[in-house]
């Protein structure tokens, strides 16, 4: 037998990259993780989803927002106080994610080796690193690889970049800017998440999305919901709209010309139209992996394995969905795998959550996707307004949409928009998961007032007219 340096070294710091090196250990493998930051945590900690929701969060604090619904107006602090009380939240948050992060590790006796991984064999990688401008560089072996490098910003040659006026999504998380007027580039879950923080800190705000709809994935009802609410606070879309040009002025304030002539001017711009796999340096050419023209890498997805079967991959790198949540699963999926661990496999079963304003949150299928895949079915639909708790937390505006099979009653899937979102939809995850449906969704008592007491209020609106002979005795 081969004697390698460890059982199984990870690529990459982020949640994928964490969660395996962590499964991997308690398997009783010697594991080490292979990173190039500063500080450990990787895209997700550092410039994608902790940053952007603790921003989220402290907006949501300083603007009163969730308290709108009781005044006739809302005050909007100074900028400079703005960005002070962001960054201050930032930087406590993110430090004490990474100390749990470090003591995560350290318990699971993972090694840590700072510095650039490329392949250098199918068993080998090259370690280099640079210490005060000089770089030294050695071998790791390893029986088993995850490649969890993530994505960094598409940054294509026609965006004139310049890190102040014109930006992508990890440099405005670094260093939150509170400009008089903003237009965002690309209507994803990035830059919708980034549109409603800026429209909520009253900054006027254009969206340019090439396709013709938005949150294409998502059940169409909540995106109408969603659209209506971002109308009714202002944000412009525009939607199915190409960019021909973008000009700087001499203040470097960007003009968008569109291919519909129409010019659109701002004083910032936020582009966010996609992400591209970190793999440029990795040297995947040395073991026969060859990634997509975006940098993403092809798996099985079952075992996650690439087209060598003792490398796997994880995460952002793989494509969507590309959430930290599914990243992690993934990680834990892949080192199981590797190691022989039969791990049952709940990829449909995953919730997407969108820290937008409001929140979006779904498991399970659509109502499109339900009736293309031939069931029949009935809707549920609960608004927020019809719950005490919504008017007492003036949060009215939110809607829960449940699926049920006609055939079964069991819940096929629930869609969420408005406060809270990301946290009830787990209800929905259980009850699906378990094969639960419309009966325990009506028959068992919630606490009240709660917004969770929609589910009950949705599964009642989609009993009172369901067939009788389908009804249960």
């Known amino acids: 037998?081969?004697?390698?340096?460890?059982?199984?070294?990870?690529?990459?710091?982020?949640?994928?990259?964490?969660?395996?090196?962590?499964?991997?250990?308690?398997?009783?493998?010697?594991?080490?993780?292979?990173?190039?930051?500063?500080?450990?945590?990787?895209?997700?900690?550092?410039?994608?989803?902790?940053?952007?929701?603790?921003?989220?969060?402290?907006?949501?604090?300083?603007?009163?927002?969730?308290?709108?619904?009781?005044?006739?107006?809302?005050?909007?602090?100074?900028?400079?106080?703005?960005?002070?009380?962001?960054?201050?939240?930032?930087?406590?948050?993110?430090?004490?994610?990474?100390?749990?992060?470090?003591?995560?590790?350290?318990?699971?006796?993972?090694?840590?080796?700072?510095?650039?991984?490329?392949?250098?064999?199918?068993?080998?990688?090259?370690?280099?690193?640079?210490?005060?401008?000089?770089?030294?560089?050695?071998?790791?072996?390893?029986?088993?690889?995850?490649?969890?490098?993530?994505?960094?910003?598409?940054?294509?040659?026609?965006?004139?970049?310049?890190?102040?006026?014109?930006v992508d999504s990890d440099s405005i998380a670094a260093n939150l800017p509170i400009p008089k007027s903003i237009i965002v580039v690309g209507g994803g879950v990035i830059g919708l998440e980034y549109a409603t923080i800026f429209s909520t800190l009253e900054i006027p705000v254009t969206v340019i999305e090439a396709r013709e709809k938005i949150l294409e994935f998502i059940d169409h009802d909540i995106v109408a919901n969603f659209t209506h609410q971002l109308f009714e606070r202002g944000i412009s879309l525009r939607l199915g709209k190409k960019i021909e040009k973008i000009s700087l002025d001499d203040k470097g304030?960007?003009?968008?010309?569109?291919?519909?002539?129409?010019?659109?001017?701002?004083?910032?711009?936020?582009?966010?139209?996609?992400?591209?796999?970190?793999?440029?340096?990795?040297?995947?050419?040395?073991?026969?992996?060859?990634?997509?023209?975006?940098?993403?890498?092809?798996?099985?997805?079952?075992?996650?394995?690439?087209?060598?079967?003792?490398?796997?991959?994880?995460?952002?790198?793989?494509?969507?969905?590309?959430?930290?949540?599914?990243?992690?699963?993934?990680?834990?999926?892949?080192?199981?795998?590797?190691?022989?661990?039969?791990?049952?496999?709940?990829?449909?079963?995953?919730?997407?959550?969108?820290?937008?304003i409001p929140e979006i949150a779904s498991i399970g299928m659509s109502e499109e996707d339900a009736r293309d895949n031939g069931f029949q079915v009935e809707i549920g639909v609960a608004r927020f307004q019809e719950t005490s708790r919504g008017h007492i937390l003036g949060s009215c505006k939110g809607m829960l949409k449940c699926i049920f099979d006609l055939n079964d009653r069991k819940l096929l899937g629930v869609h969420i928009v408005g406060e809270g979102a990301t946290e009830l939809i787990h209800i929905g995850q259980a009850v699906i998961n378990l094969n639960g449906g419309i009966d325990y969704l009506s028959d068992n008592v919630f606490n009240f007032p709660t917004l969770a007491e929609a589910y009950k209020v949705a599964a009642l609106d989609a009993y009172n007219r369901m067939p009788r002979s389908r009804m249960s005795a």
């Open 253 to 356: 304030s960007p003009t968008v010309i569109l291919d519909d002539g129409r010019q659109l001017k701002s004083e910032m711009l936020l582009f966010t139209a996609g992400r591209v796999g970190s793999v440029g340096k990795l040297g995947l050419e040395k073991v026969g992996i060859e990634p997509d023209s975006r940098g993403r890498i092809s798996v099985d997805k079952d075992t996650l394995q690439t087209s060598q079967p003792h490398i796997y991959a994880a995460g952002d790198i793989i494509g969507f969905p590309a959430l930290a949540s599914t990243s992690m699963e993934q990680g834990r999926q892949a080192a199981c795998d590797a190691f022989g661990v039969p791990i049952r496999n709940t990829a449909n079963s995953f919730p997407l959550g969108i820290y937008s």
């Open 1 to 166: 037998m081969t004697d390698f340096d460890y059982d199984f070294v990870v690529i990459g710091g982020g949640p994928a990259g964490r969660r395996a090196a962590i499964q991997a250990s308690k398997l009783g493998k010697s594991v080490a993780i292979v990173d190039d930051q500063r500080m450990i945590g990787g895209v997700s900690v550092h410039t994608g989803t902790l940053p952007s929701k603790t921003i989220r969060e402290s907006v949501l604090s300083l603007t009163g927002w969730r308290d709108q619904y009781f005044k006739s107006g809302r005050s909007r602090s100074s900028s400079d106080m703005t960005k002070t009380s962001i960054n201050s939240r930032l930087a406590t948050t993110l430090g004490d994610e990474v100390e749990v992060i470090d003591s995560q590790l350290s318990r699971n006796n993972i090694a840590m080796l700072k510095g650039k991984a490329k392949f250098s064999g199918l068993n080998k990688l090259a370690v280099s690193q640079c210490v005060q401008g000089k770089t030294t560089s050695y071998s790791v072996t390893a029986e088993k690889f995850l490649i969890a490098v993530g994505t960094k910003p598409y940054r294509p040659k026609s965006i004139p970049f310049n890190g102040t006026t014109v």
